[in-house]
């Protein structure tokens, strides 16, 4: 089993930045992938950054990249998602996801385990 906690959301105006920190407890955390979703009000969950077990892959969604950096420290079994340059497009509850697969995945339907999600606010 392994439990996530993202932590890290908030209110920040166009323009600004945020680091989301997604924990994990478990002792397998450097075997898994790891990804980030969004869902906005009344829309359907996004992909929005993957990773490797190692850290050596990722891959991000169109709409973030160049913007968005998603890393891993094992060593803290904490996954983030630096984010940059943020819009009012961004807002969303992000959730952060592990997958045993240890590879990267963008469907969220080879995600095995959930964090319960972290409010980011965007304002124009």
């Known amino acids: 089993q392994v439990q996530l906690v993202e932590s890290g959301g908030g209110l920040v105006q166009a323009g600004g930045s945020l680091r989301l920190s997604c924990a994990a407890s478990?002792?397998?955390?450097?075997?898994?992938?790891l990804g980030w979703f969004r869902q906005a009000p009344g829309k359907e969950r996004e992909f929005v950054a993957t990773?490797?077990?190692?850290?050596?892959?990722?891959y991000y969604a169109d709409s973030v990249k160049g913007r968005f950096t998603i890393s891993r420290d094992n060593a803290k079994n904490t996954v983030y998602l630096q984010m940059n340059s943020l819009k009012p497009e961004d807002t969303a509850t992000y959730y952060c996801a592990a997958t045993s697969r240890g590879s990267y995945y963008l469907s969220p339907l080879f995600y095995d385990y959930w964090g319960q999600g972290t409010q980011v606010t965007v304002s124009s």
């Open positions: 990773i490797s077990w190692s850290g050596g892959s990722t």
């Open positions: 478990g002792r397998t955390f450097s075997s898994y992938g």
